[in-house]
């Protein structure tokens, strides 16, 4: 009988070892397959926001440009309303002190170190 009972203790280890790597099979091609997907789906996203941002560029680019006119067109009208009340017209220094417009200061260039 001790033949049989270690003949079929041989069989039950083999078993749960060879359902213990099966199982781990399974897992591991699960979890491949999964990453797999996951990085499938994630070069895609990537390409997708490369696109987006190459067509949103040049929208951009021409936005600044305009904000850049309005900019210097603004900077004008203000320096021609300052102009206008420096003149004496009162129109247009009631205006400034509502809208408290005045004129930058000039930005000092920094002071020339002396070279020696």
């Known amino acids: 009988m001790n033949t049989q009972d270690s003949s079929q203790s041989n069989c039950g280890s083999f078993l749960s070892t060879a359902l213990i790597a099966t199982s781990l099979l399974v897992f591991f091609i699960w979890q491949l397959t999964t990453m797999t997907g996951q990085r499938t789906a ?5 390409q997708q926001l490369e696109e987006s941002f190459k067509n949103s560029t040049p929208q951009h680019e021409q936005m600044i440009k305009q904000s850049e006119a309005v900019q210097a067109k603004l900077g004008k009208l203000a320096n021609d309303l300052l102009t206008l009340a420096n003149d ?6 009631a205006i400034i002190k ?10 000092a260039a920094p002071a020339a170190t002396p070279s020696k």
């Open 88 to 93: 004496g017209d009162p129109d247009a220094m």
């Open 98 to 107: 509502k809208h408290g417009i005045s004129k930058p200061a000039p930005t």
């Open 42 to 46: 994630l070069n895609t996203a990537r």
